[in-house]
């Protein structure tokens, strides 16, 4: 019941989007999603407040830090 939170899983087509982080030049705010690679169009999951939220984001994608897009 209690104790570590589950690591979720983030479904989507490779072939179609790419995990990336949005990051704004004013504020410095992350949010990470999905953007899709025709469109460009960024679909927000979660805000990062942290590099522990960073990873487990990743991880929920099965990628690693450097492989995430940093969006402007």
């Known amino acids: 019941m209690f104790g570590k939170k589950k690591i979720k899983t983030i479904d989507y087509d490779h072939s179609l989007q790419i995990p990336a982080m949005r990051v ?8 990470a999603g999905l953007q899709d690679i025709s ?3 960024f679909h927000d999951i979660e805000l990062i407040r942290n590099d522990k939220e960073l990873v487990e984001f990743c991880e929920a994608c099965g990628i690693s830090k450097e492989e995430i897009k940093i969006i402007n």
Do not use: L
Request: net charge positive.
């Open 24 to 31: 704004s030049i004013c504020t410095g705010e992350k949010v």
């Open 39 to 41: 469109t460009k169009k």
